[in-house]
């Protein structure tokens, strides 16, 4: 068992006591942070997961736009011989 926990339910347990209320409010208050800052932590993980999928896409884009535009000089070879060829006929 944690020892957070553990201090918590002692505290939640005095909170019974009279003039000891504000121990309550205070676990209370620390729950609200405590989900807080998980929303917020989940937030950038969201924001960094976004920024690496756009990254790798852009990096894949690029990787293959390369690969399209730089024709093969077999390529062009064929081309203007088949054109030759059909002029010698």
């Known amino acids: 068992m944690k020892l957070?926990?553990?201090?918590?339910?002692?505290?939640?347990?005095?909170?019974?006591?009279?003039?000891?209320?504000?121990?309550?409010?205070?676990?209370?208050?620390?729950?609200?942070?405590?989900?807080?800052?998980?929303q917020k932590i989940g937030a950038y993980r969201g924001y960094v997961r976004a920024a690496r999928d756009a990254g790798a896409e852009v990096s894949q884009a690029t990787r293959g736009a390369k690969k399209e535009e730089e024709p093969d000089d077999e390529d062009f070879a064929e081309?203007?011989?088949?054109?030759?060829?059909?002029?010698?006929q």
Not at 79 to 88: G, K, M, N, R, T
């Open 4 to 38: 957070v926990s553990l201090v918590e339910k002692v505290i939640v347990r005095l909170s019974v006591i009279p003039g000891l209320g504000f121990l309550q409010s205070y676990v209370q208050e620390l729950h609200g942070r405590q989900t807080a800052i998980e």
């Open 79 to 88: 081309e203007y011989e088949e054109d030759d060829e059909s002029y010698l």
